[in-house]
C-alpha cells in the first residue's frame, strides 16, 4: 500500500477512544458519569469505544528503579491497560475532584506510561460539587502537556453532579449534551489530523 493510500485509509476508519475512567473510591458516582458519556459516543459512526476503568484494572503503585525490572506481576497489571492505551487515537478523562487535584490513581496510571500518550489528543469530562471538577482539569493539561499530549480545550463538567442525573441516568439540561458533542466534534478534528501526522512521521519526542 502507497504512503498516499495508507493516509486515506486511516483517516476514513473510525477513531479508537480509550475512556479512562479515574475514580477507584467505593461507592463512586463515576459509572453514572460514564454511561452517559458512552451513550454520546455510542451514537457516534465515527468513533469507538474502550472503556479503561481503572478500578477494574489497578496498577501497582511502587515502581521498579530505572533500569531494573519490575516486581512479579507488575507486567501482567500492565498488560490489562497498556496496549489498549497504546491502541487509541484519542483519549476521554472521566475525572472527579479530589482536594483541588486529580485522584492519585490516574496519576499513577499516567506515570505508568508514556510513549502511549505521545501526539494523541485528550479530552476531559469532570465532576464534583461547586468546581465541577473544573481544577482537577486544569492541574492534568499540565502533566499531560508534559507526556506531549495535546488537550481539547472545550470540556463538560457536572458541578453538583449527584443532582445533574436522573435515575435513567439522563441529564435534563440540553445544554449538557450540546457542550458533549462539542468535546466530541473538538477531539475528533485532532484525534484525525494527529493521526495522519503520526501516520505519516512517527512521532519523535
Do not use: C
Not at 126 to 147: D, I, K, N, T
Not at 152 to 157: E, L
Not at 172 to 186: C, E, H, I, S
Amino acid at each position: 500500500m502507497s504512503s498516499a493510500s495508507s493516509r486515506t485509509s486511516s483517516s476514513s476508519s473510525p477513531l479508537r477512544v480509550a475512556v479512562v475512567v479515574a475514580s477507584t473510591r467505593e461507592g463512586r458516582f463515576a459509572p453514572v458519569v460514564t454511561r452517559w458519556l458512552t451513550g454520546h459516543l455510542d451514537q457516534r459512526d465515527d468513533m469507538t469505544t474502550d472503556v479503561v476503568d481503572l478500578a477494574e484494572t489497578p496498577l501497582p503503585t511502587v515502581f521498579p528503579a530505572f533500569g531494573q525490572p519490575p516486581a512479579p506481576g507488575t507486567e501482567e497489571a500492565l498488560a490489562l491497560v497498556s496496549p489498549r492505551l497504546a491502541a487509541a487515537d484519542a483519549f476521554l478523562f472521566v475525572t472527579p475532584e479530589y482536594n483541588h487535584s486529580f485522584p492519585a490513581s490516574l496519576k499513577n496510571a499516567v506515570d505508568w506510561h508514556n510513549t502511549q500518550w505521545h501526539g494523541k489528543p485528550i479530552g476531559f469530562v469532570s465532576y464534583g460539587g461547586l468546581s465541577g471538577g473544573l481544577r482537577a482539569v486544569e492541574q492534568l493539561r499540565l502533566v499531560m502537556a508534559e507526556l506531549n499530549a495535546t488537550t481539547i480545550r472545550n470540556t463538560v463538567s457536572f458541578h453538583n453532579a449527584f443532582g445533574s442525573f436522573g435515575e435513567d441516568g439522563a441529564v435534563d439540561d440540553p445544554m449538557v449534551d450540546t457542550a458533549a458533542k462539542a468535546l466530541l466534534d473538538q477531539l475528533a478534528w485532532w484525534a484525525h489530523a494527529l493521526r495522519d501526522a503520526r501516520a505519516h512521521t512517527p512521532y519523535a519526542a
